[in-house]
């Protein structure tokens, strides 16, 4: 079955340093999507930044990078310059790309970041 | 603006009592979607609609009902089944599901903050 692990419950970051959160996945499918959300406390999910499985280059999104290993089933998020606002949980998800459940996401447990002036 | 909106922002329910949660769409999306958050965890799909009139069970769909008789619109009833509707609800929507569609990403409303009486 698939999975989506988020090992880190919690990570600090002092402003304009980076920062990397992790996620691993686990699927036999060979065709996936990889997403990393934003949530603020406010609630709203905000889409960061996606990789498919057959992307040969690392998604990037302004300050966000996915570094994407696929032998070792990771996408780990790269958030350069940390920002104040950055401050949110962060989620990871999967995306199935077969069966009658396609296009449906799972997600991991969340990191919750918090950035220190 | 085109978006999703999710009403109300919080809603209070009596036991034994069915309450109705709204989501708009105006982004012509096909596919909509309904997760529930619990407290410290990622989102759970409860149920999700491909196209008008048709809508198909997720992961934790006993004690929901839902109808889409439009393609804006995908409320989400809790039913006085559902023992423990205390949570965080999500709506989100996507052009579809399709693989063909390489990002196919899913954009959040707001969110239902639905607490028990």
């Known amino acids: 079955a698939q999975k989506i692990t988020q090992t880190q419950p919690g990570m600090f970051v002092q402003e304009k340093e980076a920062v990397t959160l992790d996620c691993t996945y686990d699927?036999?499918?060979?065709?996936?999507?990889l997403f990393w959300y934003k949530q603020p406390s406010s609630g709203e999910m905000i889409f960061l930044i996606y990789?498919?499985?057959?992307?040969?280059q690392n998604a990037t999104e302004g300050r966000y990078s996915l570094n994407f290993q696929k032998a070792r089933k990771s996408a780990n998020l790269v958030i350069s310059a940390s920002q104040l606002g950055d401050s949110a949980m962060y989620f990871c998800?999967?995306?199935?790309?077969?069966?009658?459940?396609?296009?449906?996401?799972?997600f991991g447990k969340g990191t919750k970041l918090s950035v220190k002036p | 603006d085109g978006g999703i909106t999710q009403s109300p922002k919080y809603l209070f329910r009596k036991e034994g009592q069915n309450v109705t949660l709204s989501c708009e769409q105006n982004?012509?999306?096909?596919?909509m979607y309904w997760y529930r958050q619990d407290p410290g965890q990622g989102l759970r799909l409860i149920y999700y609609s491909q196209i008008v009139n048709d809508f198909q069970k997720g992961d934790i769909a006993e004690g929901y009902s839902v109808s889409r008789e439009k393609k804006e619109s995908f409320p989400l009833t809790v039913t006085s089944a559902q023992k423990n509707p205390t949570a965080f609800y999500l709506c989100?929507?996507?052009?579809?599901?399709?693989?063909?569609?390489?990002?196919?990403?899913?954009?959040f409303g707001a969110g239902t903050r639905l607490s028990v009486l």
């Open positions: 699927t036999s499918d060979p065709s996936y999507g």
């Open positions: 989100a929507s996507s052009i579809g599901t399709g693989t063909q569609i390489a990002k196919n990403i899913q954009y």
């Open positions: 990789q498919g499985s057959y992307d040969q």
């Open positions: 982004l012509n999306h096909d596919a």
């Open positions: 998800a999967m995306r199935y790309n077969y069966g009658g459940s396609q296009g449906n996401l799972i």
